[in-house]
Each structure stands twice: as structure tokens, then as C-alpha cells.
């Protein structure tokens, strides 16, 4: 734990000194900040996250397409353009943030690109939400999948196993599969699993 806490340390003064830095080169006010994770807690390395209760009352670790896996914070920082200490439930993804790069940046987006950009968001304008959002995952011994629509969430661990179906908004700890309560819903999710992924020699579909 005390190595956490180290880490922890380094990581605010690194921060500290980059903002510092833009400061000093004169670039504060034209410089948009991000910082956020790639995934929720893990337990590699002997960390513990329970212990610091690190992903809350969110279900999951890294390498879980639940919550606990998947649900990061993203803070963001444009003096002057952002106004401080709003808070946004937005949901958007990795994948949205080439499109809000290239929209800060005043381009067009590439044709190839579908993330959504969240520049409005950022800047309390009205924001274009999307339909849903796709996760696979490929290191168990069959492809893990999960969708969310709106506060809808369908979970599958594994492609051998059933979609498991939660409410975020009465669930966000994804404790009560509602999935038999809620059929059509399930099959929606179902359809989307199916046409949100393109197939890749890569990381070929594992039943």
C-alpha cells in the first residue's frame, strides 16, 4: 500500500509540474488538459483494490467488461473555455476522442472514424448522444461482449454463456440480472453484438 501511495504522490507532482510548465510557456489558456484511465482497478502486482475501495460500489477489475472494468472519470482542463468544477454524466468512449481531437482542432473528422466527439460537452454546449456502445474482450477462453444503451447494460462473460441484462440507473453496482423480466430489451442487445463488431484475423470471435 505504501508503494501505491508513492505512486500516487508521483503522479500529482508530475501533473503539477506539466500544468506548471504550460503556465510558464504561456500556453495555459490554449491548451486543452485530459486525464483519465484505460480500465478500472486490476489486481496485478499485489495491488489490492479493495483496500482502498477503488472502484466503489462499481462490480468488477480490470479485464471485466462490468462497470468496475470499463467505467473511468475523465477530467479535463481549458482555461478559460472550460468552466470549473462542472460535472457532465456524459458516456462516451476511448474511440471519441480522435473525433474531439479533430474537432478542438478545427478539422473534419476521417470518413473511417465513428467516435463521437464530446467538445460540446466540455465546453456545456448541447451534446449529440449516440445509440449505444460496443466492448469486446478477447483473453478468456471465449470473447466477452457488453452493450450499453442508454441505462441499459448486457453483459455476456463469455459467448457460452446468457446475456446478462442491468439497470444502471437503479443498479449501477449490476447486482440484479433483469434479464427475464426484460426480453426484448435482451434481444435488442443481442442484434447489436452481433452488428457492432467487424471480424479481424487479429482477434477473431471465440465461441
Not at 483473453?139 to 454463456?161: L, N, Y
Request: glycine letters at 8%.
Amino acid at each position: 500500500h505504501a508503494a501505491f501511495a508513492a505512486m500516487v504522490t508521483y503522479l500529482d507532482d508530475k501533473a503539477g509540474e506539466l500544468m506548471a510548465k504550460l503556465q510558464q510557456l504561456g500556453l495555459d489558456e490554449n491548451t486543452l488538459v485530459l486525464f483519465s484511465s484505460d480500465n478500472g482497478p486490476h489486481l496485478e502486482g499485489g495491488a489490492d483494490p479493495d483496500y482502498f475501495d477503488s472502484n466503489g460500489p462499481l462490480r468488477g477489475y480490470k479485464r471485466d467488461l462490468y462497470e468496475g472494468g470499463i467505467r473511468v472519470p475523465l477530467l479535463a482542463r481549458w482555461r478559460g473555455r472550460i468552466r470549473p468544477q462542472q460535472v457532465s454524466q456524459h458516456v462516451s468512449a476511448f474511440w471519441d476522442f480522435p473525433a474531439t481531437a479533430c474537432e478542438v482542432a478545427g478539422i473534419k473528422k476521417p470518413r473511417h472514424l465513428d467516435g463521437l466527439s464530446y467538445l460540446p460537452t466540455l465546453l456545456g454546449r448541447k451534446q449529440k448522444t449516440r445509440d449505444y456502445l460496443y466492448w469486446e474482450f478477447h483473453e478468456g477462453a471465449s470473447t466477452a461482449q457488453a452493450v450499453r444503451m442508454g441505462d441499459w447494460k448486457g453483459v455476456r462473460p463469455s459467448s457460452r454463456q446468457p446475456l446478462e441484462l442491468y439497470d444502471l440507473l437503479t443498479d449501477l453496482g449490476e447486482t440484479r440480472d433483469v434479464a427475464a423480466q426484460h426480453p426484448a430489451v435482451v434481444r435488442k442487445i443481442e442484434r447489436i453484438m452481433k452488428s457492432a463488431r467487424t471480424e479481424s484475423a487479429v482477434w477473431p470471435f471465440r465461441p
